[in-house]
């Protein structure tokens, strides 16, 4: 993973396995393994995986919020991905 402060950009590593059966696309972040998608092509295989990062990180948000104690705060961060 590679960051760039100055930009404000975050690079991660998009791994990309074609199934030799079906000729589909299984795609996962190779810092975040548990995001996966799935494409019949490599491009629908990125899109598809880029929007389960969003929904995972969604989530992630959502669980943070539910702190009832008041024990956790949050910041939000704009990261641009390329």
């Known amino acids: 993973m590679e960051i760039n402060q100055g930009e404000q950009t975050i690079s991660i590593t998009g791994v990309m396995i074609q199934d030799p059966v079906t000729d589909g696309i299984t795609a996962y972040f190779a810092e975040f393994p548990e995001v996966i998608a799935q494409g019949v092509n490599k491009v629908e295989a990125k899109n598809n995986l880029m929007e389960a990062l969003k929904l995972m990180l969604e989530f992630k948000k959502s669980e943070m ?6 024990n956790v705060t949050t910041e939000s961060f704009n990261l641009h991905f390329s």
């Open 65 to 70: 919020e539910d702190d009832e104690d008041g």
